[in-house]
Every structure is written in C-alpha cells, then in structure tokens.
C-alpha cells in the first residue's frame, strides 16, 4: 500500500484523487487545500483528513507520495520539501515557471532516489505513443521538421481574471497551459529542441496573459520547429492537439483519435504501406482499470504508482525530461516578449 | 419501468467522433441548424424508435419545444436527458473557478451563501447543490415526457472515484422524487458501479455502458461485463456499440445483441437508410 497525499483539489486535483482513489494499491491519507469548501465536502463524504498548510500535512503525515495539483507558482516550494522529506512527488504541469528550479528538483529527485512525473498526460494516448515509435523505428526516415499545434476555447471574450490561471505571476497564460503540452509531445516523438529562433507571445482578450503563442525552433540534429498553441479558438469544441513530423521518406500527422501515416512511393514499413495509413485511437489505446476523463489520465497514475512500487518502470514523464521543457518555455517567454 | 429497446443517440449531431476529427467536423457542418437534426429525429421515430437519449446541451431545448408544440406529430415521443452537458462546466471551472462556476449555473441564493463564506451550511448540503443543478438542466424539458433522467458518465464515475457514493443514492432519490422518473447512470466502469448501486441499495439500477466487441472503454474487460449483465439485477443499455465505427456495423451489432442478459441499445446515425438498417437488424435478433 501506498499511503498518498494530494495537495490542491481544485479541477485536476479532483480528478486525480478520484483516479488514485480507485486505485487497489493506493490509500489516500490527507487531502490539502485552502479552499475550505472542497476539503470539509471531502471530510464529510469520505473520512479523508484534511489539511490547510502542506507543511503541517508534510509534518503530521506518513507519505509514501504526494500529487501536486496547486497554482504553477507554488509548485517549486511544495515539491521540493516533499522531496526532501524522501516523499515521491507526481506534479501537475509545467514542473516550474524558473527552469533553475525545475533543474534543482529535478538534481534533488535524482540525489534521493526519489520518483518524480510530471502530468504530461499526452504521452499516454495510444496515437502519440505509436508516433513515437514509428519515428524511433525509423519509419520515416530521417527528420526534417516537427510541428506541433493547439486550438482550444478557453478564453474566448475580454474578462476580469477570476482565478491564477489568468495571472501572469501565478503561470497562468496560454505558454504554461497549452504551449508545453505542445512542446511536451514534440519532444516525446522526436527529441528535445536546442534552441528558440523565435517567438511571439499574442493577447487576443486576455490583459495580463497571453492567449496564442507561435514560435520556431531548431534541433541538434538539423531539423527544425514549429509550434502553434491558441487558446481563444472558439472553432474547437475541447482543446485539441496536432503534431506533425516530416521525414525524408514519409510523413505522419496525429491527434488524440487518428495516426496518418504517408510513405513515399517504394517505402513501406511493417505493415504500413506506400501512400497515405490512418490507425486509430480504438486500436491502439491500452485499456486502464479505472476510466474518468480519458485513459490517458489513468494511465500516467499507474505507470507513477508502478514505478514506486519498483516495478521496474522508467516513467516517461520525468522531472528531467519536464525541466528540458521549462527551459524551453522560458526561452520563448523571453524571445515573445522581447 | 423497462427502458425501450432501442434509443435513438446524438453524438452525431454535435460533432462527436471519437475516431475522427474529420468527422465530427463534416458532422457539426451537416447538422448546423435544429431544423437538420429534426428532419434525422423524425427519421428515427417514423422507424419506430420512439426515445431520444441526449446531452443537455442548448439546442436540446428547442427540439424538446417542437415535440411539445406538436402533440399530434409526436405522441410517443421521449426524452432520456443525460446531464450535465460537461464541457460547458468544464470550460467554466478553468476560467472562473469551481466555486464561481457552481455560483454562476445555479438559480438559488445557496451558492451566495457559501460564496460568502457560510461553508457549514453548503458541505450539510452538497446533495441540494446537486439536486438545483439538476433543475436548472431539467429546465429544458418543461412539458415533454422524460422517463428516464441519466447523469454523465464524467460525473458518475468522478463521483465513483471519490467514493461519494451517498452522491449517487440522493441524485436516484431526487430523480424520483421530484421528476417522477428513474434516474439513469452512464459509466465507463460498469462492474464498479453496479457493485456500488447495489451496496447503495440501489435495485435494478438502469445504467449505460460502453459494449462493443473491441472492449473499447470497458474498464474491467469484455468477460466481466459479460458476467455482470448476465447476473439481470441492472437494466443495462449499451451504447457506443460500433466503438465510433471501428467495427463493421453489422458485426458489431450481431455481437452485442448476443450479449445474455442485454436489455437496449443506443446508437447514433445521420440517414434515414442507416437508421433503418440498424433498426431492422436489432429488430431481428431480438425478435421485435
């Protein structure tokens, strides 16, 4: 058994708790947040203790793990004590807003023997995954540019902010919410980028925040980048995502439902063969245990508890990998403000 | 009551395909106006099927106003509402919070009352919260006949998962109580939630599932949902028979309409052929 706690249960945080919850290997032993209306709804319909201040809870509490679902802002602070306190720390994305922290925790996890996952939950749709392993596979041959593009109609009027997500301070904005799961993925099925060559940083409603971001990216390799995130596109009915990669032999675009896969004339790969291959999500996702919002979100929880439970797992959303990503992220902050 | 046999779905009609974006795209294209899913509604009814199980989404209440205002067109015609419409919850809770979102979509003064900070009163009753929720969905449906009254399968099996399964008992009570209908539970985590109902006390549950030959999104494996439908204590609906059009129609049916112990299915289309063709095909198997 693993004794878990969760700090924020705001909209991820719930979501997380009921997938943990449900989990056989996982007891849930403190919840904590400051909004008192989620923490004694909670209390009173499961018993769950309940905390304001993740340092009491951090105190008091027994913790093999913890899930940080809290403003991006404080994830720097709550992560890096639990690591300290030798607790295995899965936390919603970005890791950091400062990639010196990102880098810190990431040294700190490594120093203690710690797992620690970051909530890119895309790496777990079975379409990115088969991406990734045709490309790795070689089945395009070698590549000459990645894109990556996010629509989604988050913010979609001019409004008063309401909550950190629309604070610039707190890491609220388009470039923390939707451009890193971008990256995120773009990394996942090809590598990390080097560099930034350009970036512009877009308000459309928003006063404080940026609503679009756009920038071009190089790679070690040679190849170059592309990435696209608009979170004010009323055109899409949930935040929908694109990551195209061009090989010298092929081409393969992929969203969360469908893999397309191009081969040159005379190329063909295990069974795919020359001319345009669609597979879909039906077949290529792996069913989970428990299902709530897609299996994506089950899946990242197991492969954290699996790895905890030393079940010889490399969890492929590492602080490591998150930290590259930070990096990146700031670099375009940077360059779109500039 | 025994839910009918055959349901009609709506996934088509609001650009919903889990395979395709494509799809869905070229579908919400097709059925931009209320008149272009009346005219696919009307195809389904005059084939006999008589229910029409959708999201509460807006538009949902202008057709419900047309079956009302035509009694004579209509008279068999039912609704089973399935709430809440989640993404516009969903979308809300990201840019103004949950607290402000639950304060903005219910009429009454209680979300004032925890707003400003009376938190006692509203964790007593969370359930009233739930129970104004509803009625504000159910506002769409003055007037029309509504049987079975179903809770998304985001919200049940969230609330599967959290373990508030006291939750679930008030929101089958309230249905009852206040509707005269019988709630109904969407889930994608059927041997769970049976196995929940019934500590619940919840008898003969009506629940809809995902069924398909593939095991798509059937948390627990094709086997044991077999054996729970097969045990008859739950009125069992399958939906998303053809896992978005992974399975040859008529495979997909053949197989499902096998299943021991099924009691209806759910299926979207856009033509009257292919309403009728899957309707005929059912209608054989089971010997309507």
Redesign the interface.
């Known amino acids: 058994m693993i004794n878990l706690a969760l700090v924020g249960v ?2 991820m945080g ?2 997380h ?3 943990l ?2 989990h056989p290997e996982i007891e849930i032993t403190a919840i904590c947040d400051n ?4 923490t ?3 209390n ?3 018993g769950v203790k309940v905390y304001k201040d993740h340092k009491k809870m951090f105190n008091e509490c027994e913790l093999n793990a913890v899930v940080i679902s809290t403003p991006n802002s404080t994830h720097f602070e709550i992560a890096n004590m639990a690591l300290e306190k030798g607790i295995h720390v899965f936390v919603e994305k970005p890791l950091c807003l400062d990639p010196k922290e990102s880098l810190q925790l990431s040294e700190l996890a490594k120093k203690n023997k710690l797992v620690s996952q970051v909530g890119y939950h895309n790496r777990f749709i079975g379409t990115f995954q088969e991406m990734r392993r045709l490309i790795k596979a070689g089945a395009i041959g070698d590549i000459y540019h990645i894109e990556g593009k996010a629509y989604g ?3 979609t009027k001019p ?1 008063p902010g ?2 950190w ?2 604070k610039k301070s707190e890491g609220g904005g388009c470039l923390h919410d939707y451009a890193c799961h971008v990256l995120d993925l773009m990394s996942f099925v090809s590598e990390t980028p080097e560099t930034v060559k350009s970036a512009q940083l877009q308000s459309i409603f928003s006063s404080d925040i940026e609503d679009a971001v756009y920038a071009t990216l190089s790679y070690k390799s040679g190849a170059t980048g592309y990435l696209e995130a608009n979170w004010s596109d009323e055109s899409v ?2 935040m ?1 995502t694109t990551i195209t990669v061009y090989g010298k032999n092929g081409k393969i675009i992929t ?1 969360r ?2 893999i397309r896969v191009y081969l040159k004339p005379k190329q063909t790969f295990e069974s795919f063969e020359e001319g345009w291959t669609s597979r ?4 290529l ?1 792996k ?7 897609g ?1 994506e979100y089950s899946a990242q929880l197991d492969q954290f508890i699996d790895a905890i439970l030393g079940k010889d797992v490399d969890v492929d959303s590492s602080f490591v990998n998150a930290a590259e990503t930070d990096i990146i992220i700031d670099e375009i902050s940077k360059l779109g403000k500039a | 009551m025994t839910p009918q046999k055959i349901l009609f779905g709506d996934n088509q009609f609001f650009g919903v395909n889990h395979m395709s974006e494509e799809k869905a795209r070229s579908q919400s294209m097709k059925f931009r106006d209320t008149a272009s899913i009346m005219r696919v509604l009307d195809d389904a009814y005059d084939a006999g099927i008589k229910v029409f199980m959708c999201t509460t989404y807006d538009r949902v209440g202008e057709i419900a106003g047309i079956v009302k205002n035509n009694p004579q067109r209509y008279p068999d015609f039912e609704f089973y509402p399935c709430m809440p419409y989640a993404h516009k919850y969903a979308n809300s809770v990201g840019e103004v919070g949950i607290i402000k979102t639950l304060k903005n979509f219910s009429p009454s003064g209680v979300m004032n009352t925890l707003v400003r900070g009376a938190v006692s009163v509203v964790t007593e009753d969370i359930s009233k919260m739930m129970q104004l929720l509803v009625d504000t969905e159910m506002k769409k449906f003055e007037g029309v006949k509504t049987p079975v009254i179903f809770l998304q399968n985001v919200v049940t099996d969230l609330l599967l998962g959290l373990k508030f399964y006291d939750m679930l008992g008030d929101y089958h009570k309230y249905i009852q109580d206040k509707f005269g209908a019988e709630a109904g539970f969407i889930t994608m985590n059927l041997p769970l939630l049976l196995r929940v109902l019934n500590e619940q006390g919840i008898k003969n549950p009506i629940v809809c599932a995902n069924i398909n030959k593939i095991g798509f999104r059937m948390c627990g494996g094709i086997e044991e949902y077999k054996k729970v439908i097969a045990q008859g204590n739950s009125r069992v609906i399958a939906m998303s028979v053809l896992a978005s059009g992974a399975i040859p129609p008529k495979e997909a049916i053949e197989w499902v309409c096998n299943i021991e112990g099924l009691d209806s299915i759910v299926f979207g289309a856009s033509s009257a052929a292919n309403i009728n063709n899957t309707k005929s095909l059912i209608d054989e198997l089971w010997n309507l």
């Open positions: 705001g909209k719930m979501s708790y009921a997938i919850s449900a909004a008192t209306f989620l004694s709804t909670f009173k319909q499961t109609q988050v913010v409004k309401m909550t997500r629309s009915r949930k929908s969203d439902q469908e879909y999500i039906t077949e996702q069913p989970v245990n428990f299902y709530l919002r299996e």
